[in-house]
């Protein structure tokens, strides 16, 4: 039989053959009209101009006016995302000299806090005596408005898992060593069963690699996993079969590429999930944030799709009334939910009354 003939004829079976299905996730869209999963990016934040920022911005130095008092990766941003309305909150991670993981995005300590040095290089009891707020300015560094208040609110990933029980939290790991991996592998291992479901990673390729490898039942995705996912999707996904590297997973799909993965949008997305994986359309640089680029795709995407969305400051779009943008101003946090005590409670400076969310 000539190969392409046998090749073809096995593709066919494998996308023909029924995929058992994987017990329900906490990463997955459910409920009636099925909304798209709601992610809340480090949960809410400060936002900043995007114009100009590279990987070593200091983008404290350049936030908008502060609408509110929340600190990214902070307990209390956390909570407060939840109760806005998001499924999945969004974490960084970095191992500490004593074991423990600090949640905190900086590799270094200088830009947010008054601290000095790499995050990874402090244990745990001096990372919550700094003050995360140190760092912000809106005004080139005349005041510092969140100076004062982020004093002990770095948390420890134990920490976040006590406040946000059987709440779905994405990890992400912001090195590339191996040795991280291990390490978080072993942090994860410690847990029950129960607590991982409600777990999942992403970052550098090689940790990653790690917790794939050592706990199966957590949800991973990196670049080099993405890229072999979406290649042998590419060839065979027209027969309905999913490749083994899009197996528990989180596909982190940018909008751009979409048009050019077989069966997107929710044919994609039910046969990633038949087998507990989750798709996550990004839109790329500023078009999420301004909702062009593509023709309208990043506004209208959640009425089309039962995947994610989201973007650089949290703000997360859902299906008709569960649009919510958890990370931007005042106005936007009425739109998106909270009651009039709430956003009291929240913070919200005076000053920024009735300024538009930027």
Same mark, same amino acid.
């Given at each position: 039989?000539?190969? %392409? ?11 023909? #053959?029924?995929?058992?299905?994987? &017990? ?14 709601? @992610? ?14 590279? *990987? ?18 902070? $307990? ?5 995302? =939840? ?8 974490? !960084? $991670? ?8 600090? =949640?905190?995005?900086?590799?270094? @300590?200088? +830009?947010?806090? /008054? *601290?000095?040095?790499?995050?990874? !290089? ?16 809106? !005004? ?9 208040? *982020? ?17 779905? $939290?994405?990890? /992400? =790991?912001?090195? /590339? ?68 590297? +899009?197996?528990?997973? $989180?596909?982190? #799909?940018?909008? /751009? ?7 997107? &949008? ?13 798709? +996550? ?27 994610? %969305? ?21 106005? %936007? ?19 920024? %009354? ?5």
């Amino acid at each position: 039989m000539d190969f %392409r003939v046998a090749f073809l004829l096995l593709a066919l079976l494998a996308g023909a #053959l029924p995929a058992r299905a994987a &017990p329900p996730s906490p990463f997955t869209a459910t409920g009636a009209g099925r909304a798209p999963v709601v @992610l809340a990016h480090r949960g809410i934040a400060q936002t900043f101009p995007s114009a100009g920022v590279t *990987g070593d911005t200091c983008t404290a130095a350049r936030i908008h006016p502060p609408a509110h008092a929340f600190l990214e990766n902070t $307990i209390p941003s956390l909570q407060a995302a =939840v109760r806005a309305g998001a499924d999945v909150v969004e974490v !960084d $991670i970095h191992p500490t000299t004593d074991g423990e993981f600090a =949640v905190f995005h900086d590799w270094t @300590l200088e +830009c947010r806090t /008054n *601290g000095r040095g790499r995050t990874r !290089d402090h244990a745990m009891a001096a990372l919550k005596a700094l003050d995360i707020g140190h760092g912000y300015t809106h !005004d080139g560094g005349r005041t510092f408005p969140l100076r004062g208040r *982020g004093v002990g609110l770095m948390p420890s990933l134990r920490e976040v898992l006590a406040a946000l029980p059987r709440q779905a $939290i994405l990890l /992400n =790991v912001k090195s /590339n060593d191996a040795q991280e991996g291990e390490r978080l592998a072993g942090w994860l291992l410690s847990l029950a069963p129960e607590q991982r479901r409600f777990l999942a990673v992403y970052g550098g390729d090689v940790p990653v690699a790690v917790v794939r490898a050592r706990v199966p039942d957590v949800l991973t995705t990196s670049r080099s996993q993405i890229k072999a996912c979406g290649l042998r999707y590419l060839a065979l996904g027209w027969t309905g079969w999913m490749p083994e590297p +899009c197996q528990r997973m $989180i596909l982190l #799909l940018p909008l /751009n590429y979409t048009h050019w993965m077989w069966g997107w &949008p929710h044919a994609l997305v039910q046969r990633l999930e038949h087998r507990q994986r989750r798709v +996550c359309a990004r839109a790329l640089g500023r078009r999420l944030h301004a909702g062009a680029g593509h023709a309208g795709r990043p506004a209208d995407l959640a009425e089309r799709v039962a995947g994610w %969305r989201l973007d650089r400051r949290g703000a997360v779009a859902g299906a008709g009334a569960r649009t919510l943008a958890l990370g931007a101003g005042l106005d %936007r946090r009425r739109s998106a939910g909270f009651p009039p005590a709430e956003q009291e409670s929240a913070g919200v400076f005076p000053a920024a %009354r009735g300024r538009p969310a930027a």
